[in-house]
């Protein structure tokens, strides 16, 4: 059970490349999953999110668009996972089922919905439903990183935070951060509101990407 306090605000939106190239510059794209502005940004690290998130604060704060009391940032597990589900509490926030009809994912979908042809990349931010609380592509299109280290298990409490807590160490005796939502290349199951993997902070992937918060830090 994890109890939130503080209010924030979450984008509608992954991250796009257009605000990508806006904000951090070009950016090189290995293999074309989804190219335009309107795509989200994938092929970018946990620290390089980071990166983009200060620098997007400070822009905010000296043009005056953000309070000098909040700031930009990507998502604890716990506030993802809250605004995922939407004010449910069935595996998605369409239900127990989950049709690539309403996400972006491969060709099998979870627990029995339709099926149609997958679109095997990124879609444009957008083009599939929203959950209840106007957050699009909360299941698939990218995986999202989260502010969090990875732990076994998710702990509940009070607005939980483990960006400064390294937990599970992966056999090579590095660390990784928590990546949720799911993404294009994965079957339904794996988009499921509480499923959550690892992903090293250092690395980048054709399918994972971000989005962000405004928070009081």
Known sequence: DVTLTRGFWMGKYEVTQGQWL????????????????DFPVYWVSH???GEFCRKLTAQAHASGALPADWEFRLPTEAQWEYACRAGTTTATAFGD???????????KPYNGAEEVPPLRQ????GSYPPNAWG???????VWEYCRDWYHGKLPGGVDPDLSAVKGA??????YSRVRRGGAFVEDG???????????????????IGFRIVAVRP
Not at 25 to 31: D, I
Not at 135 to 141: F, K, P, Q, R, V
Not at 192 to 207: G, I, N, Q, T, V
Request: with cysteine; charged share 25%; glycine share 8%.
């Open 47 to 49: 620290i390089e999110a």
């Open 122 to 125: 990124a879609a444009r931010v």
């Open 22 to 37: 806006r904000q951090m510059g070009a950016f090189m794209l290995p293999q074309n999953f989804g190219a335009g502005d």
């Open 169 to 174: 160490m992966n056999r090579d005796g590095t």
């Open 97 to 107: 089922k989950l049709s690539n009809r309403q996400a972006n994912f491969q060709q």
């Open 189 to 207: 199951w794996a988009c499921r509101s509480a499923f959550r993997l690892r992903y090293e902070p250092e690395r980048r992937s054709d399918h």
């Open 135 to 141: 957050l699009y592509d909360m299941h698939g299109n």
